[in-house]
């Protein structure tokens, strides 16, 4: 009856390091969620498109690439996070410090994570627009290709936030 | 079309193998001036280059598609409109005649 409640409890005690790995599986699993959404809603548009207007495949193409980019970002941030990720002595595990750094890496996979999810998807849906409304007439490319960027421009969002927030994740130092 | 999967692929390959040489290069101290860095430093210097050096392969991907010649513009598949051509001649033929055709039934 004078305990604290015990999920407060039960959450202040999970390991900082699974809430570091959890950081860095979600980056990169969601991201590549977003990326493979994105590629495959435009691909089969332009695939499509592409039996009567053969044309637009070589331009089209960019949209992929602007998918495949949101991939790379969340294997980018992997990288780094997993870099940041230290052991320290068993005095320390539950040191503010130490739960701090866990937190970090968290945060910092789940913002790369959800927004390259979004961009993934926003990129794939405009560059299946963008396949079939080229088919039709060539002029609306480049301004379909503006949408696209702004699109894109998301995904950067949340990598540099994301980078920005794993840079001060420090652990403490490994004192006797 | 072999020429745009060749662009497609060298392009898709640079964006990989970049940012990972810029990333490895700053952890295992490869690039000249990375040790000196602190560690929150590096972070950012290796994380904000590798992900500058995505969108460098992307705008010279965009510059290279654009520039492609803009032929066979607005033409269907030749050999699909030969075969629409072929269809449509077959079908006013087959009108003009309609006593050519007997469509008595068969018993």
């Known amino acids: ?176 | 079309m072999a020429g745009v999967m060749q662009k497609f692929i060298l392009a898709s390959m640079i964006m990989w193998v970049a940012p990972m040489a810029i990333l490895y290069g700053f952890n295992h101290h490869i690039i000249p001036g990375s040790g000196q860095l602190s560690s929150s430093s590096q972070t950012l210097l290796s994380g904000f280059l590798a992900v500058i050096s995505v969108n460098l392969v992307i705008v010279f991907y965009i510059i290279m598609a654009m520039k492609e010649p803009a032929n066979r513009e607005s033409q269907p598949d030749p050999a699909f409109l030969a075969e629409a051509k072929a269809s449509i001649n077959q079908s006013a033929t087959t009108t003009s005649n309609p006593d050519a055709q007997s469509r008595d039934k068969v018993e």
């Open chain 1, 1 to 176: 009856m004078g305990e604290s409640s015990s999920w407060s409890r039960a959450l202040v005690q999970i390991s900082p390091y699974t809430f570091a790995s959890i950081g860095i599986a979600i980056s990169i699993g969601v991201s590549v969620l977003g990326a493979a959404w994105g590629i495959y809603i435009t691909g089969s548009s332009l695939i499509g498109a592409a039996i009567k207007a053969p044309r637009i495949t070589s331009k089209n193409l960019i949209s992929v690439i602007f998918c495949e980019a949101v991939a790379i970002y969340g294997v980018i941030v992997a990288i780094i996070l997993q870099t940041k990720l230290e052991s320290v002595s068993d005095s320390q595990l539950y040191a503010p410090e130490s739960l701090r750094a866990g937190y970090a890496i968290f945060a910092s996979g789940i913002i790369v994570g959800f927004a390259n999810l979004f961009c993934g998807l926003c990129v794939g849906i405009i560059g299946s627009s963008c396949a079939l409304s080229d088919a039709q007439n060539s002029t609306l490319f480049v301004k379909i290709l503006v949408i696209e960027i702004f699109g894109s421009a998301l995904g950067l969002f949340g990598v540099i936030v994301g980078i920005i927030m794993s840079s001060q994740a420090t652990w403490p130092a490994k004192t006797a």
